[in-house]
């Protein structure tokens, strides 16, 4: 792989792009915080994307795309005499060598769960760290990551279960109370039920090492992956999904499964 010393040379040559583009392009010159931060997401979806696919090319070049995003918004703090690139990572060093003294200081951490634990406390004590536990969980991120952080950060002050195992009476007690209101047909409560169902999914996950947004887009994939075939090979037989029937749609998912298993 390439030095450091090649690697900053890149770092500076791509900074020089970027200040050329944001003078002398009217697109590049354009943009604001505003207007970039609806692309920042979509380029932080289509890296998750290349890394669930776990596609090396793709990782690279969308690294890039949100390397670009970061540059740029500090660019634009820079004009404004705010901070520049060097700030936010002066900033970013100083966080991680402060939340790392098992490495930088005296402390002692001898497993990952025991410097997350560290790590909430002493985010907490910091001078401009978050006022509440909770509040460090972004209100925008998708609902099951949400679920899964807020739980992670509460479990790091020692809110959690005693043993994993006690988690599954309340499952079942959330599934069963999910079925009580669905049996009623009393869509509100259903709705909160079954929010309360996932959530208790959610934290059986976190409690089993399993990450439930990971897991379901395995499924996700799987899914994708069979109906897929259901719709090739039901066109391959001359025939619309609409026309057949759930038994011959049956038959073709389970080619698919068994197809998986070669």
């Known amino acids: ?3 450091r010393t090649q690697i900053l040379e890149s770092v500076n040559r791509f ?12 697109w ?9 931060r609806p692309n920042t997401i979509e380029e932080v979806f289509e890296l998750s994307d290349a890394l669930v696919a776990n596609d090396t090319q793709n990782i690279c070049k969308e690294l890039g795309d949100v390397f ?3 540059a740029f918004y ?4 820079s004009e404004k005499g705010k901070f520049d ?3 936010v990572c002066d900033r970013l060093c100083d966080k991680l060598i402060y939340r790392h003294p098992h490495v930088f200081g005296t402390e002692k951490a001898e497993t990952a769960g025991e ?17 509440t536990i909770l509040s460090g969980v972004p209100v925008s991120l998708p609902s099951l990551i949400k679920a899964f952080r807020m739980q992670e950060k509460a479990a790091n002050v020692g809110f959690d279960w005693e043993k994993r195992e006690d988690v599954w009476g309340k499952v079942r007690e959330e599934l069963d109370e999910l079925q009580a209101e669905m049996d009623k047909g009393d869509k509100k409560n259903s709705e909160k039920e079954f929010g309360d169902f996932i959530f208790s999914l959610v934290n059986a996950g976190r409690l089993y090492d399993i990450n439930p947004d990971n897991a379901l887009e395995l499924t996700n994939k799987k899914f994708r992956s069979r109906f897929s075939y259901v719709e090739e090979h039901s066109i391959k037989q001359g025939k ?3 026309d057949m029937s759930l038994a011959e749609m049956d038959a073709l998912w389970n080619e698919a499964k068994e197809m998986e298993k070669k």
Do not use: F, Y
């Open 68 to 70: 670009l995003h970061i």
């Open 15 to 26: 900074l020089d792009v970027l200040d050329e583009l944001r003078e002398k392009c009217p």
């Open 1 to 3: 792989m390439h030095s």
């Open 28 to 36: 590049d010159r354009k943009q604001t915080n505003d207007s970039l």
């Open 85 to 87: 690139l060097k700030d």
């Open 115 to 131: 410097v997350c634990k560290n790590w909430e406390q002493l985010k907490m004590s910091e001078k401009d760290g978050n006022k």
């Open 240 to 242: 619309n999904l609409k």
């Open 74 to 77: 500090s660019k634009i703090a």
